[in-house]
């Protein structure tokens, strides 16, 4: 929608025709956005071919943990100079890579041809044209400039950075502190806790930024700060409404069951765990939400054991 109020022609591919007809013939997707118009400009198909066929960008909007899958069939259809654009916010499991990284090794493009938009950015209140900001981020400038311009309106205001690693991790640990900030507030704990737990995770996603390379600075921005905060703050947040449900004393399987979209921290924090581990970076709130949502630790117990930690510098 918003490539679409920016003046470029969009074909959208949907995994079920059935939904792909319904978009065009009513301009609206009753299943996830239902009461929002799409651009005249938006057209959908069920074939993937038909969808990629000459795109300046290809945006790639699934659940990261089937990246691979879906990329490796799309690879051969895919334009030969178009720029790849992740809009996923996940680490893969297994291999602990971003998503970035996936793309370019299962589509053999250069890092160059590959583009991440993150940022503060609720699917509801985008999709209610209200303003928003993000960041584009590719290691090329002049290609994150491009995207920028694809996908400026009145109401959307993309900037641009260089710092591909720093944006794909806040991006993808802001998820597993939104579910932490949910248990929390599913457990009713005040502001202070919640502010608590934001503060302590994006100190922690920092850490784990710098042992990657990435700008400290990219983490008090958009992609790290900015993104943090409308995650844990807000009940659209899917993560947050995720721990929530979680803090109130259902199961895993009853919230998974409860949540019709994704809720990407919840795969995505073992991968995050995974990751800092194999950097070295100490981080407590991420395996502390593991323990809640893989390993059934009750979360009275994990926030004991989080709050008995031996005390320490602030900036360590």
Not at 57 to 82: E, K, Y
Not at 141 to 169: H, K, M, S, W
């Amino acid at each position: 929608m918003v490539l679409a109020d920016a003046g470029c022609e969009v074909s959208l591919w949907g995994r079920r025709a059935e939904l792909a007809k319904e978009i065009n013939a009513g301009r609206v997707n009753p299943d996830y956005l239902p009461g929002v118009e799409l651009p005249a400009a938006i057209t959908a198909t069920a074939d993937p071919a038909e969808a990629a066929h000459d795109a300046d960008f290809t945006v790639l909007v699934v659940p990261s943990q089937t990246l691979r899958g879906n990329l490796a069939a799309w690879a051969p259809m895919l334009a030969p100079d178009t720029v790849l654009v992740s809009l996923m916010k996940g680490v893969e499991l297994g291999t602990a890579k971003r998503m970035s990284e996936v793309i370019t090794e299962v589509a053999d493009v250069p890092a160059e041809r590959v583009a991440v938009l993150t940022g503060p950015n609720l699917a509801k209140e985008i999709a209610a044209r209200q303003p928003a900001a993000a960041v584009v981020a590719c290691v090329d400038e002049t290609v994150a400039q491009r995207l920028q311009a694809a996908c400026i309106t009145p109401y959307f205001r993309p900037y641009t950075n260089t710092d591909v690693v720093g944006c794909e991790l806040g991006g993808a640990v802001k998820n597993v502190i939104g579910l932490a900030v949910g248990i929390a507030n599913g457990m009713g704990l005040g502001d202070n806790s919640k502010a608590t737990l934001i503060t302590r995770g994006l100190a922690e996603t920092t850490r784990l930024g710098l042992a990657m390379g990435a700008d400290p600075l990219t983490f008090s921005g958009l992609a790290g700060l900015g993104d943090l905060v409308a995650t844990c703050s807000s009940p659209l947040s899917r993560n947050n409404t995720f721990g929530t449900n979680l803090g109130r004393g259902m199961t895993l399987q009853e919230t998974i069951a409860a949540t019709k979209q994704t809720a990407e921290g919840v795969k995505s924090c073992e991968s995050v765990l995974d990751l800092g581990r194999r950097h070295g970076v100490d981080m407590p709130i991420t395996e502390t939400v593991v323990s809640i949502v893989h390993d059934g630790k009750p979360p009275i117990v994990a926030l004991k054991e989080l709050m008995s930690r031996s005390a320490k510098p602030e900036r360590r």
